[in-house]
């Protein structure tokens, strides 16, 4: 079994930073690559970021700029840094472990609540 799990999350007031962490392990062949996604209330699940095993990154146009994600190989852990939040980015954080293209694994999620 593969077990993902998110940690970090928290009230932030916007403006301000907030970095979470997510850790794999169990049953794991494989590293393809590692993402956290977003899903706010009464929206769909969507993309924030993505790094592959060869640390190549990716992030949605609204998080760039202010988002880093990065990754610990020897413990197949990733890390997603948040500068300058904004409310819009109150959602639950979600993380994938990708053993292939085609093959992940999600976290429970972790609440990131961006208030005054």
């Known amino acids: 079994q593969v077990q993902v799990v998110e940690s970090g999350g928290g009230l932030v007031q916007p403006g301000g930073s907030l970095r979470v962490s997510c850790t794999a392990s169990?049953?794991?062949?494989?590293?393809?690559?590692m993402g956290w996604y977003r899903q706010a209330p009464g929206k769909e699940r969507e993309l924030v970021a993505t790094?592959?095993?060869?640390?190549?990154?990716n992030y949605a146009e609204s998080v760039k700029g202010r988002f880093t994600i990065s990754r610990d190989k020897g413990k197949n852990t990733v890390f997603l840094q948040m500068n300058s939040l904004k409310p819009e980015d109150t959602a639950v954080y979600y993380c994938?472990?990708?053993?292939?293209?085609?093959?992940?694994?999600w976290g429970q999620g972790t609440q990131v609540t961006v208030s005054s």
């Open positions: 994938k472990l990708f053993m292939s293209s085609m093959t992940g694994y």
């Open positions: 169990g049953s794991i062949f494989k590293v393809y690559g």
């Open positions: 790094i592959t095993a060869g640390s190549s990154t």
